[in-house]
């Protein structure tokens, strides 16, 4: 994203008037969320310096804001897993994440999807969304029954023969508490030495014994990684 990156990190980038990461916070109050835990990384400091400690709506109560600054604390990012794990003290036992760079204005936070995954057994539920030209191959596979598939590149199903399709993770999800603790993740709660970690192997993982739920999300998508996808939207 340089050089718009080089004065203000990415999230604080104006989308239609105001910063992109403003509207996933925004549609998390419209859901009923009442905390958001922003973590910050690249020119991070000015993320709190925006946007204070709440944000405040014409209706409703604002929605209060808690910051894990990995680049103050740590010197840069810790990836996602690494980033959740160090949040994870401040997080309740069912959470939402979303990426602070991904412009999605039509997507519902649902209080009903959100009940239904902390009744169900599963560790994650995430949204997939078709494929951009950029990522073509996709990410995860989804089952006739919502289940996100570890589904390698070209795999092909044994019984037909045919290629099961892959879609991209939006990177909005539902976890629970214990995706992150230490049966499936070995990092100590709040990751006090700030150790960097992805979060698709453990996805990945969880996947393999049936522990992730997925939907399909159709609706508007972009993952704004360059200048010229941030300017086609006007």
């Known amino acids: 994203m340089r050089p718009l990156t080089d004065v203000h990190p990415k999230p604080l980038l104006k989308v239609r008037g105001k910063p992109l990461m403003q509207w996933a916070m925004e549609a998390l109050q419209r859901g009923g969320v009442q905390d958001l835990v922003i973590n910050t990384a690249w020119l991070g400091e000015q ?67 959100f009940a ?17 030209e950029h990522n073509p191959s996709g990410d995860f596979g989804l089952s006739a029954d919502g289940l996100a598939l570890n589904v390698p590149q070209g795999a092909s199903s044994a019984s037909n023969g045919s ?19 230490a049966a499936w993740c070995a990092i100590p709660a709040g990751n006090p030495t700030g150790i960097p970690a992805p979060l698709a192997p453990m996805l990945r993982a969880a996947m393999d014994v049936g522990a992730v739920g997925a939907s399909l999300y159709e609706g508007a998508w972009t993952d704004v990684g360059t200048p010229q996808r941030l300017a086609q939207l006007g």
């Open 47 to 113: 993320i709190p310096q925006y946007f204070g400690d709440a944000l405040a709506q014409n209706s409703g109560a604002a929605l209060r804001l808690h910051y894990s600054q990995e680049g103050v604390d740590f010197g840069g990012a810790l990836e996602t897993a690494g980033g959740i794990v160090c949040a994870l003290p401040r997080l309740a036992d069912v959470f939402w994440v979303a990426a602070g760079d991904v412009f999605a204005p039509d997507f519902e936070f649902s209080a009903q999807a």
């Open 116 to 132: 239904r995954f902390q009744a169900s057994s599963l560790l994650a539920h995430i949204w997939l969304v078709p494929n951009p």
């Open 163 to 181: 290629t099961t399709k892959r879609y991209t993770f939006s990177t909005i999800a539902l976890y629970k508490r214990a995706f992150f603790e």
